[in-house]
């Protein structure tokens, strides 16, 4: 039997692509940057998988192109930039790398947290650039504690809870917003459910982990900068476009909030004169929480075992449009 076609569009770790390689037709993307649509569009054409990342754009566009194509598997929790309403549609398995991130997130959200709070990159820059004259000095770089302060999760799903785990261990009060109630949240933590609006008024710190989606474009915007404590910071390290950057902006500018911790922009990469990155009291970086090299060589992996499941003709185990079974059974694809 023929092996199935597999593009990648770029080069995922070893432990992911060996397998990919071993089991499917492979063509990968080698260069660092993405490829271009026309580019994923034109090797959609003749493929039954596709390997995306969440900076490749697959929509209506893509699937149209692409009569034989089966699988997208996402290297990544999030799948925002995949049109999964027009997938199902079309009988096309949409599959993620969920859980084995959290961990390595939810470490990322507090790198951000205590590196602004503490002005980590600050205090860096000024002892490079010789800017420490004086020994010591009791007004020098003062920063905000986090021992004890309150902490407001924003989505309490996986990472959110990681994230509230760690809070417990810095004797923090825990607030979370979410659609649904965490129960376990709850009693193992004594979090407490709030809506957005009180969590935002009371909290020392708010971390957002909310997936993307129309609810959540913008539920921070300048109304809401507007409830938090002049002395509180802003942390994302979920979808840029959650935050409404230019609003976000204005209120660091006018001191109505204390600082931010940002992993993620509205557009990425975020241009360089992006007015975020003048101000000293944002801590930035591109996009990489789950940057770890043990997580991203487990996201391949789950990435190669959701292909391996399908084409053997099982569900794959991180299949997020499960409704799609019903409109192509597994059955009548291989
Ligand atoms: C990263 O942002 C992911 O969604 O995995």
Same mark, same amino acid.
Do not use: C
């Given at each position: 039997?023929?092996?199935?076609?597999?593009?990648?569009?770029?080069?995922?770790?070893?432990?992911?692509?060996?397998?990919?390689?071993?089991?499917?037709?492979?063509?990968?993307?080698?260069?660092?940057?993405?490829?271009?649509?026309?580019?994923?569009?034109?090797?959609?054409?003749?493929?039954?998988?596709?390997?995306?990342?969440?900076?490749?754009?697959?929509?209506?566009?893509?699937?149209?192109?692409?009569?034989? #194509?089966?699988? !997208?598997?996402?290297?990544? &929790?999030?799948? @925002?930039?995949?049109?999964? =309403?027009?997938?199902? $549609?079309? +009988?096309?398995?949409?599959?993620?790398?969920?859980?084995?991130?959290?961990?390595?997130?939810?470490?990322?959200?507090?790198?951000? #947290?205590?590196? !602004?709070?503490?002005?980590? &990159?600050?205090? @860096?820059?000024?002892?490079? =650039?010789?800017?420490? $004259?004086? +020994?010591?000095?009791?007004?020098?770089?003062?920063?905000?504690?986090?021992?004890?302060?309150?902490?407001?999760?924003?989505?309490?799903?996986?990472?959110?809870?990681?994230?509230?785990?760690?809070?417990?261990?810095?004797?923090?009060?825990?607030?979370?917003?979410?659609?649904?109630?965490?129960?376990?949240?709850?009693?193992?933590?004594?979090?407490?459910?709030?809506?957005?609006?009180?969590?935002?008024?009371?909290?020392?710190?708010?971390?957002?982990?909310?997936?993307?989606?129309?609810?959540?474009?913008?539920?921070?915007?300048?109304?809401?900068?507007?409830?938090?404590?002049?002395?509180?910071?802003?942390?994302?390290?979920?979808?840029?476009?959650?935050?409404?950057?230019?609003?976000?902006?204005?209120?660091?500018?006018?001191?109505?909030?204390?600082?931010?911790?940002?992993?993620?922009?509205?557009?990425?990469?975020?241009?360089?004169?992006?007015?975020?990155?003048?101000?000293?009291?944002?801590?930035?970086?591109?996009?990489?929480?789950?940057?770890?090299?043990?997580?991203?060589?487990?996201?391949?992996?789950?990435?190669?075992?959701?292909?391996?499941?399908?084409?053997?003709?099982?569900?794959?185990?991180?299949?997020?449009?499960?409704?799609?079974?019903?409109?192509?059974?597994?059955?009548?694809?291989?």
């Amino acid at each position: 039997m023929q092996k199935p076609k597999v593009y990648v569009t770029r080069e995922i770790p070893e432990r992911g692509l060996k397998i990919i390689k071993e089991r499917f037709e492979t063509e990968v993307w080698s260069e660092y940057a993405p490829p271009p649509k026309n580019v994923i569009i034109e090797k959609a054409r003749n493929v039954d998988a596709l390997v995306s990342l969440l900076s490749d754009k697959i929509d209506a566009e893509v699937f149209d192109a692409a009569p034989k #194509l089966k699988i !997208v598997s996402q290297l990544a &929790v999030g799948f @925002d930039n995949i049109d999964v =309403t027009e997938a199902t $549609k079309r +009988g096309i398995y949409i599959t993620n790398t969920p859980g084995v991130l959290t961990e390595t997130t939810a470490d990322f959200a507090w790198a951000l #947290l205590m590196a !602004v709070a503490r002005r980590v &990159v600050e205090a @860096d820059k000024y002892v490079r =650039t010789g800017q420490w $004259k004086v +020994g010591w000095h009791p007004s020098m770089l003062l920063g905000r504690d986090i021992y004890g302060a309150t902490i407001g999760i924003v989505g309490a799903g996986r990472i959110g809870q990681a994230v509230a785990r760690r809070a417990k261990g810095f004797n923090m009060k825990i607030l979370y917003y979410d659609v649904i109630s965490r129960t376990e949240l709850e009693k193992e933590l004594g979090a407490k459910r709030v809506d957005l609006d009180t969590l935002l008024r009371e909290s020392d710190f708010v971390s957002i982990h909310v997936p993307l989606m129309k609810e959540t474009h913008h539920l921070i915007n300048a109304e809401k900068l507007k409830l938090m404590k002049k002395t509180a910071y802003l942390i994302n390290n979920a979808r840029g476009p959650v935050v409404d950057e230019k609003a976000l902006y204005e209120a660091l500018e006018e001191g109505k909030i204390a600082g931010a911790g940002l992993d993620v922009f509205e557009k990425e990469p975020t241009p360089a004169d992006n007015p975020l990155l003048k101000l000293d009291n944002v801590v930035v970086a591109p996009h990489i929480s789950s940057a770890s090299h043990e997580t991203r060589s487990k996201m391949a992996e789950m990435v190669a075992e959701n292909l391996v499941a399908f084409f053997e003709g099982r569900q794959p185990p991180n299949l997020v449009n499960p409704e799609v079974m019903k409109v192509k059974p597994l059955s009548k694809i291989i």
